[in-house]
């Protein structure tokens, strides 16, 4: 009996077919799919004699539409779908049947072009979960708040996201009112007014550099290889033309139920992984450790959180949700110290076993969630503060929940948060 299971089972993994592949590779960058790897605030343990008595959260909107730029190369790159069926009719190329039927028929979505950037419906439905396992697992603290503040930046994903997660508290609804979103928002999107980190960072040569030299190494000549055979087009495709049927793979899978795409198919497993490291070497540069000044732009935010849990435990109960971006989540975490690699994220080697895994840390509906607890003990009362990163425990301070004396220790410092830097710039243009 069992050897003929297991026979089927190895005989239906034969060959290379994506759209029946049972293990096709499914983390993207930040272009993953929530559901894919969080946790559930709700199966989480609560801690023993103690009651929660404040709630701090920052989270990304969900699921978005490719950005007018990205739109434009990916629109410009599947143009080579024609030469990808053609080589198929003509022998060549290693995709089987099925994917080729499927990205034949595989049409462009015209709302793309309407609509760069905004939250998608699948991207309402992660915020509205999210906020129902929240209410499930909090719901006695947010029936009796003493103050709550929901804000999202000023843009409209971050908008919808924000109304998709007042949706989804079903019961308690009707306590909470969005704040409006104003452009310099210092909690919610402290980095975009900053001119220097323009200057330095995003239009600076670092990135650049460190993508060019992995987009030279035998890693990705093979992605690129390895695609040419798949493909069996008769001329490689550029390292920039790989890029973007990346982004039509994974944006466009991201639109559907069981998560897959016919575009896809034209990469293995191993391919998505190499492809995979690319973002994450852009986001260590532009949002993480990579440059000194991201860590202080994601302390304005962690000030809000200190200031907060101060209140709190003079008895002030709160509930804070804030919409943002993966941009300043990567920033947080480069505050607090978290997800650092030794040796450093570089392109000249991909790190297989990294920590600062975009995957991970910053999918879509990302959260950072942190929770003062009050606990009972013989001698009086003690706090304790829980961290949770996309609903999973988050160990912040060594040996579990953070004690006040650690937890102060540690953000004390974001209240002196100064972004003065910002305006020191060269280019006075700006
Ligand atoms: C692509 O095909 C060529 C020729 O068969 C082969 O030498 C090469 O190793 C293949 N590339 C990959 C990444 O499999
Ligand atoms: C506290 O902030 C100061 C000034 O921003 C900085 O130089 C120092 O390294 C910080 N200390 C810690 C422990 O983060």
Redesign the pocket.
């Given at each position: 009996m069992w050897t003929f299971i297991l026979s089927i089972l190895i005989v239906g993994s034969y060959g290379s077919c994506y759209w029946n592949d049972m293990c096709s590779y499914t983390l993207f960058g930040t272009k993953t799919a929530y559901d894919t790897i969080r946790g559930d605030i709700r199966d989480t343990q609560p801690l023993r004699n103690c009651e929660p008595i404040s709630v701090w959260m920052m989270t990304r909107h969900g699921t978005r539409h490719p950005e007018e730029k990205e739109i434009h190369q990916m629109r410009q790159v599947i143009r080579v779908k024609k030469q990808i069926l053609n080589a198929h009719m003509e022998g060549r190329g290693e995709l089987c049947a099925q994917d080729i039927e499927n990205l034949y028929k595989w049409e462009w979505r015209n709302a793309l072009d309407l609509t760069p950037s905004e939250l998608t419906p699948e991207g309402f439905v992660q915020l509205r979960s999210l906020a129902s396992r929240l209410e499930e697992r909090y719901y006695k603290l947010l029936k009796s708040l003493d103050e709550y503040q929901m804000r999202a930046s000023h843009e409209e994903r971050t908008q919808m996201s924000a109304s998709a997660f007042l949706q989804g508290l079903r019961k308690t609804r009707q306590y909470f009112k969005i704040s409006t979103s104003f452009p310099n928002d210092l909690t919610t999107r402290p980095y975009r007014y900053c001119r220097k980190r323009y200057e330095d960072i995003l239009i600076g040569p670092k990135i650049p550099k460190e993508i060019n030299e992995y987009i030279n190494t035998e890693d990705f000549k093979r992605v690129q290889s390895s695609v040419q055979n798949r493909t069996g087009l008769l001329e490689p495709l550029t390292p920039k033309q790989i890029l973007s049927l990346y982004d039509v793979c994974r944006y466009y899978r991201s639109y559907t139920v069981l998560l897959q795409d016919p575009w896809c198919a034209i990469f293995t497993n191993q391919d998505l992984k190499h492809l995979e490291f690319v973002e994450d070497i852009r986001h260590y540069y532009r949002n993480g450790h990579g440059q000194p000044m991201n860590a202080?732009l994601g302390?304005s935010s962690l000030k809000d959180l200190y200031n907060k849990f101060v209140r709190a435990k003079k008895g002030v109960k709160s509930f804070s949700v804030f919409f943002s971006h993966d941009t300043l989540l990567g920033m947080m975490y480069a505050a607090l110290g978290l997800y650092k690699d030794d040796p450093e994220i570089t392109g000249n080697k991909r790190a297989e076993d990294r920590k600062w895994r975009t995957s991970y840390l910053t999918p879509y509906a990302a959260n950072f969630i942190a929770i003062l607890n009050k606990c009972k003990n013989p001698t009086g009362s003690t706090y304790k503060v829980q961290f949770f990163v996309n609903e999973k425990e988050l160990e912040v301070c060594e040996g579990g929940p953070c004690n006040w004396i650690q937890f102060v220790?540690?953000f004390k410092?974001f209240t002196?948060?100064?972004l003065d830097f910002c305006q020191n710039v060269s280019n006075k243009q700006f």
């Open positions: 202080k302390g220790d540690k410092n002196h948060s100064n």
